[in-house]
């Protein structure tokens, strides 16, 4: 009797007891949730990107070329903030976890409704907090997205609404986490076991464990910084008996792990786009269930290689050193599983395929380069350089980016019933692949040659690199442009799209297109292997 009122009560909330814009900010159904979450991380990743173009077209040249100083180091807080927080972190599980993991798993819904419309209200008022630091008080906050100490406590700027909004889109991570965890262990389809479960559900099991242990930590540490500034408690300031160094250990206890929970979704959307474009099974499943488990276990212990240069112990550092070469071996398999599926595979060269396969690309770039600043000799030399700066963007932009816009080309047509034009969609691909090349490595090279990150200004010597790098960013602005617009449009106008028109085995494939209120008539029961192409069919 009550499972009925839940699903009246659930159908009240989605269609009969609000209109308009209400029908959709109070609705408890997944899909719309995930669907908010979308168009609020568009409309932040929109204002992120313009501001990334905004410092490049400062860098073009040596000296002052659109803002001053002081400026720049807003902006570039602002920028790291807003892609960090607003975006990358809760990207792929808010949108692609919110919107498919119950259906992936045969379920109507996830398994807390209201506390998953909680979550995105969370963060809705968490990004308005955070971005109202932008202009309140003395100006924007100029720490950098990581709020290092001295910085922190000495800075004047308007600090605390930009530490308060990150605490409280914590509280949405974890939430989120939360939910996906209690949904995966209760809600399953009769049939489905562990070990029939898809890949991206699985990624997203791992990243929910992480989002619920490793952000309270982050939490508790933006609280210690408000309670420094406000009450003048000498955690982190050494006039007051604190020490800056504990800052970076407690902040990068969080952020290390945080890295995971944006690579595993993403690993785990790659993990389902690749088989279906090979037409065959995925190779090595369990192999990449038990690496996607271990890449979650071992980020919670690699934090310090963040911190070579702070003056850690001999033994700290050559065990960090270690730990993050550990943390490669099973990223590794993933990226030889994943070649060994497409090897004798059928390709299908579609949008999303194109994606995935770029992905492998930068991404391997990104886990090599990771190795140099896993290594202590080298970390030395190129620390806080532009060759940071590169590597970051390609596991973090280059990995969850290519992995939300594969994700997003994959899907599109399941969430919104409609095909995109793919001449338009192959087009925006290759600009946005090349201004990406062209921006980022060019920053390696800076990097090794010494010219220092979060820097507004530089000596003639790195001007020509700059240059390149900037002419980069430029070109890869018009590719997202290109995305975007083929995107929004064929949402409204596109031609409507069959269920299952990739020939995708998993179940949301077997539904219709968009997905119905409670996504199926009657639970399925799952009999085969989640990657069995025997009996899929276009269509």
Do not use: C
Request: hydrophobic share 50%; aromatic share 18%.
């Amino acid at each position: 009797m009550s499972n009925s009122h839940n699903q009246e009560s659930s159908y009240l909330d989605y269609k009969g007891r609000f209109k308009g814009i209400f029908a959709w900010i109070f609705s408890t159904d997944h899909k719309r949730i995930a669907l908010l979450y979308l168009y609020s991380i568009a409309t932040f990743f929109i204002v992120g990107a313009l501001l990334g173009l905004a410092m490049k077209l400062e860098l073009i040249a040596p000296g002052k070329t659109i803002m001053e100083a002081k400026t720049y180091n807003g902006v570039f807080t602002l920028h790291g903030i807003t892609m960090i927080f607003l975006i990358v972190i809760p990207g792929l599980p808010a949108v692609f976890g919110n919107f498919l993991l119950p259906i992936m798993i045969g379920a109507k819904d996830v398994s807390f409704p209201r506390l998953n419309l909680l979550s995105w209200w969370v963060y809705i008022f968490g990004a308005a907090v955070a971005i109202s630091s932008q202009f309140l008080g003395n100006g924007p906050p100029d720490t950098g997205w990581t709020f290092y100490a001295p910085y922190s406590f000495r800075t004047t700027t308007n600090m605390l609404p930009a530490v308060l909004g990150a605490f409280i889109l914590g509280f949405s991570s974890i939430l989120t986490g939360l939910n996906f965890i209690v949904t995966i262990h209760r809600m399953r389809a009769p049939g489905m076991s562990w070990l029939k479960m898809p890949l991206f559900p699985w990624a997203l099991y791992g990243t929910a464990w992480i989002q619920l242990l490793a952000t309270p930590i982050v939490g508790i540490t933006l609280l210690m910084i408000v309670a420094e500034r406000t009450l003048h408690i000498g955690f982190f300031d050494p006039t007051l008996g604190g020490d800056p160094v504990l800052y970076q250990h407690l902040f990068w206890i969080y952020s290390h792990p945080a890295v995971y929970i944006m690579i595993l979704p993403a690993m785990g959307v790659i993990s389902e786009i690749l088989p279906t474009f090979a037409r065959k099974p995925i190779f090595g499943y369990k192999a990449i269930v038990v690496s996607t488990l271990l890449i979650a276990f071992i980020g919670y212990f690699v934090w310090g290689h963040h911190m070579f240069t702070a003056g850690m112990s001999g033994t700290a550092q050559f065990a960090f050193s270690f730990l993050t070469f550990l943390v490669a071996i099973p990223s590794a398999i993933k990226v030889f599983n994943w070649i060994a599926t497409l090897y004798k595979g059928s390709i299908q060269l579609k949008t999303p395929f194109y994606w995935a396969v770029s992905f492998l690309f930068v991404f391997m770039i990104g886990g090599l380069s990771g190795l140099v600043l896993g290594s202590l000799a080298t970390n030395v030399h190129v620390h806080d350089t532009a060759f940071v700066v590169a590597h970051f963007h390609f596991i973090v932009f280059g990995g969850v980016g290519y992995a939300f816009f594969a994700a997003l080309h994959y899907w599109f047509p399941k969430i919104y019933g409609k095909m995109y034009d793919e001449g338009w969609a192959n087009t925006g691909w290759v600009i946005f692949f090349m201004g990406f090349l062209i921006l980022y490595l060019p920053m390696f090279v800076l990097g090794i040659m010494g010219m220092p990150r979060r820097y507004f200004d530089y000596v003639d010597e790195f001007s020509r690199l700059n240059i390149v790098s900037s002419l980069g960013a430029i070109l890869m602005i018009f590719g997202l442009i290109v995305i975007i617009l083929n995107l929004v449009r064929s949402a409204r106008y596109g031609k409507t799209a069959m269920a299952n028109p990739w020939g995708g085995p998993t179940l949301e494939w077997q539904i219709s297109s968009p997905p119905a209120l409670e996504n199926f008539n009657e639970i399925p029961v799952v009999s085969k292997d989640p990657y069995d192409f025997s009996n899929v069919k276009l269509g």
